[in-house]
């Protein structure tokens, strides 16, 4: 019988398979997550999570700062594990790896076109090692174009401008990433996450203003071309208008008009979106999905805890997190 695809992934993926199976039930609960917030300080919330897989990482930590590293050496530890260890391709690896590299370049820039030095610590889970950021010109390629791109300027750019030159920088890169990768579901999750990505780009720019000119060179290629379509049209919409146009693309399932009206419920919605894509991976008995959906759920867990334990650390009652993290918990 000929060896397919398919039968090749299951294969290389066997492994990581198996011990995901053993590893998805340790993932953080709702209950946990609601014992955290009902915590009144970060002693008991270490208490409720010393149990967990995650609380060797937070035994020592006693500030926010502690935290973020603690967090940070748990993802390194799962990079480690099912990026690095798994033989995995280089392209998923470099998929998971990627947006660290992005966050880096975004704080980096920002902080030199502000004349300020970059606020907090750099990622070390990128693939590019944290002090080649200080001398941009000498980055790999694009970061390098695109970390250089505004030093001609006589006057410092909008920020928004900034922010989304940085992501379709990024976008690009995760796009052509998933490509090499081979595995559908991340060329799907790509996909997905580029029209995410654009919809917001399409309702916060209509409110703001922006010319169809530049709208167009805000959007993200790679996503629903019918999405793109519309910077051509946005600036002369109203916002109902808008949201019809860009619910009648049918880029984005399970969508209304109403849900765009407001982008912090937009906001949710999506993260659902993301999170129903992610469910229906795990669901594969093998090949890539269950590996790669894995990894994506513990990202999303590291981003829960750091909301809520950094939150409450910086004095946010349990209430104000928990309207931080709708959707999540």
Same mark, same amino acid.
């Given at each position: 019988?000929?060896?397919?695809?398919?039968?090749?992934?299951? *294969?290389?993926? #066997?492994?990581?398979?198996?011990?995901?199976?053993? $590893?998805? +039930?340790?993932?953080? &609960?709702?209950?946990?997550?609601?014992?955290?917030?009902?915590?009144?300080?970060?002693?008991?919330?270490?208490?409720?999570?010393?149990?967990?897989?995650?609380?060797?990482?937070?035994?020592?930590?006693?500030?926010?700062?502690?935290?973020?590293?603690?967090?940070?050496?748990?993802?390194?530890?799962?990079?480690?594990?099912?990026?690095?260890?798994?033989?995995?391709?280089?392209?998923?690896?470099?998929?998971?790896?990627?947006?660290?590299?992005?966050? @880096?370049?975004?704080?980096?820039?920002?902080?030199?076109? !502000?004349?300020?030095?970059?606020?907090?610590?750099?990622?070390? $889970? +990128?693939? /590019? =090692?944290?002090?080649?950021?200080?001398?941009?010109?000498?980055?790999?390629? =694009?970061?390098?174009?695109?970390?250089?791109?505004?030093?001609?300027?006589?006057?410092? =750019?909008?920020?928004?401008?900034?922010?989304?030159?940085?992501?379709?920088?990024?976008?690009?890169?995760?796009?052509?990433?998933?490509?090499?990768?081979?595995?559908?579901?991340?060329?799907?999750?790509?996909?997905?996450?580029?029209?995410?990505?654009?919809?917001?780009?399409?309702?916060?720019?209509?409110?703001?203003?922006?010319?169809?000119?530049? !709208?167009?060179?805000?959007?993200?290629?790679? +996503?629903?071309?019918?999405?793109?379509? $519309?910077? @051509?049209?946005?600036?002369?919409?109203?916002?109902?208008?808008?949201?019809?146009? *860009?619910?009648?693309?049918?880029?984005?399932?399970?969508?209304?008009?109403?849900?765009? +009206?407001?982008?912090?419920?937009?906001?949710?919605?999506?993260? &659902?979106?993301?999170?129903?894509?992610?469910?229906?991976?795990?669901?594969?008995? @093998?090949?890539?999905?269950?590996?790669?959906?894995? /990894?994506?759920?513990?990202?999303?867990?590291?981003? /829960?805890?750091?909301?809520?334990?950094? #939150?409450? !650390?910086?004095?946010?009652?349990?209430?104000? /997190?928990?309207?931080?993290?709708?959707?999540?918990?």
């Amino acid at each position: 019988m000929a060896f397919t695809t398919r039968t090749r992934d299951d *294969i290389r993926y #066997g492994y990581a398979v198996g011990r995901v199976r053993v $590893l998805e +039930g340790r993932l953080l &609960s709702r209950a946990t997550f609601e014992r955290l917030l009902d915590a009144p300080d970060l002693r008991e919330q270490k208490r409720v999570l010393a149990e967990t897989h995650v609380g060797r990482y937070l035994e020592a930590a006693d500030s926010a700062e502690d935290v973020e590293r603690a967090l940070e050496a748990a993802l390194g530890d799962l990079y480690e594990e099912f990026l690095e260890r798994a033989d995995l391709p280089p392209a998923v690896v470099r998929y998971f790896r990627l947006p660290h590299d992005y966050a @880096n370049l975004r704080a980096t820039v920002k902080a030199r076109l !502000l004349g300020i030095q970059p606020s907090g610590s750099l990622s070390s $889970l +990128g693939s /590019v =090692p944290v002090e080649a950021f200080a001398q941009p010109a000498g980055l790999p390629e =694009p970061l390098a174009f695109t970390a250089t791109l505004w030093d001609e300027y006589e006057t410092p =750019p909008d920020l928004d401008e900034v922010e989304a030159e940085i992501d379709r920088a990024l976008f690009e890169e995760l796009e052509e990433a998933a490509r090499e990768s081979k595995v559908r579901f991340l060329r799907e999750l790509t996909t997905l996450r580029i029209d995410l990505a654009n919809v917001r780009v399409l309702v916060r720019a209509r409110a703001k203003g922006v010319s169809a000119a530049d !709208l167009a060179g805000r959007l993200i290629p790679g +996503g629903t071309a019918a999405l793109l379509d $519309l910077a @051509n049209i946005a600036p002369r919409l109203g916002a109902e208008d808008l949201a019809e146009a *860009i619910v009648d693309t049918r880029a984005l399932r399970h969508v209304t008009a109403h849900d765009l +009206g407001d982008i912090e419920r937009f906001d949710l919605l999506a993260d &659902s979106l993301l999170a129903e894509r992610m469910t229906a991976a795990r669901r594969a008995a @093998n090949g890539p999905e269950p590996v790669l959906a894995y /990894v994506l759920a513990r990202e999303a867990e590291v981003l /829960v805890l750091r909301t809520l334990v950094v #939150g409450r !650390l910086s004095g946010l009652d349990s209430e104000a /997190v928990r309207q931080r993290l709708r959707g999540h918990v």
